[in-house]
């Protein structure tokens, strides 16, 4: 009888555990169930109940960007009697489950590192329709880095009058380099790693001011979960740090480090490819063996150097990024206050 009462009262409280955890309105794995049903998930709970939007208000226009994991779209908001332009990603209308509980911790990563002046700033989502899961971020005028940098490769040899912004030199390099230091360095101190940095997820706006973005990968050091080996072979090998080619490797603030130095080398080529000439297939080996791409012809030699802390094999050997950005800082004073941007 005792025993039975005992029973009894377990099968109680693990019931009672459940139905408490099935009314967490921030449960993900919740939300994805209901993202499995076959009927539409209205009335829901939405995810981010502050950032909640009608997607009604949402207007979707141009493609600007489609990748592994989603859509990017040049849009408009209403609010407020106002509208203004936003940019907005959604998953692929395929998409599996997992690549929209991706989207959902994608949105989550970005709730949890809040507001920083080089981070993508955050307007709003929509999170409860089936069809409409959308991340709606402000629009940055200049699109991405690695494209930026390019038509500032083209612009040098043309005669046509050009915007002021497109004239790129090692002041610009400098500028650009240590506000993404700074917005990396933001999410480090938020014990958050990005998984996927390089100049194509990094964003300008006026007065090049430039901001992070993309964190389809981006992860909580303190709740790292498992993430699906196929999702991390969609991440473009050369910009991978060597530790993370090693199968089952957890990626870490020291493979941001080693990724950042790629994006220098990005910048200070004007958007070129890093290891030209070097296949996929011998890259690793070619690492292993102390290979480390040539210091790029308009490249000062202080970055040069910084690229080559950031290439250290052994990622402890590698500099923080608070120390980066007070490099970079102390780089960029040396030409006059005038030319910090924020």
């Known amino acids: 009888m005792v025993c039975l009462r005992r029973r009894r009262k377990r099968r109680r ?9 099935s009314f967490v309105p ?20 939405p995810q981010f109940p502050k950032l909640e939007t009608d997607p009604g208000r949402v207007t979707l226009g141009e493609k600007i960007g489609s990748g592994a994991f989603g859509i990017v779209y040049r849009a408009t908001l209403t609010r407020n009697d106002r509208t203004e332009d936003v940019v907005v990603k959604t998953v692929k209308e395929h998409a599996s489950d997992e ?16 507001v920083h002046k080089n981070l993508l700033g955050l307007v709003g989502c929509c999170t409860v329709v089936r069809d409409h899961l959308y991340l709606i971020t402000e629009f940055m005028p200049y ?16 005669d046509e009058t050009r915007d002021d912004i497109y004239d790129f030199e090692v002041i610009q390099m400098y500028q650009v380099a240590r506000q993404i230091a700074r917005g990396m360095d933001h999410i480090a101190r938020s014990r958050y790693v990005h998984g996927d940095l390089a100049a194509r997820n990094v964003l300008v706006g006026k007065r090049l001011h ?8 981006a992860e909580d050091m303190y709740t790292r979960g498992y993430r699906r080996q196929d999702r991390l072979q969609r991440v473009p090998i050369k910009w991978m740090a060597p530790e993370r080619l090693e199968d ?3 990626y870490t603030t020291q493979s941001d480090v080693w990724s950042f130095g790629i994006v220098l080398y990005e910048i200070c080529s004007l958007g070129g490819d890093p290891y030209p000439g070097v296949a996929v297939s011998e890259l690793k080996h070619r690492l292993q063996t102390g290979f480390r791409m040539e210091q790029p012809e308009d490249c000062p ?7 080559q802390q950031c290439w250290r094999w052994q990622p402890i050997q590698r ?24």
């Open 143 to 158: 699109g991405d880095l690695k494209n930026f940098l390019r038509k500032c490769r083209e612009e040098e040899t043309s």
């Open 319 to 342: 500099p923080s990024f608070n120390m980066l950005y007070l490099t970079l800082d102390k780089h960029l004073a040396f030409y006059g206050p005038e030319y910090f941007l924020n």
């Open 13 to 21: 409280e693990q019931d009672n555990a459940q139905s408490i955890v």
């Open 210 to 217: 430039v901001k992070i973005s993309d964190f389809g990968l």
């Open 248 to 250: 089952g490797k957890a």
């Open 26 to 45: 921030d449960d993900i794995a919740i939300h994805m169930r209901r993202l499995e049903e076959m009927v539409p998930l209205v009335p829901a709970r």
């Open 99 to 114: 690549d929209k509980l991706g989207f959902l911790e994608e949105i989550r990563a970005v709730v949890d590192l809040g």
């Open 301 to 307: 030699r202080a970055m040069y150097d910084v690229m």
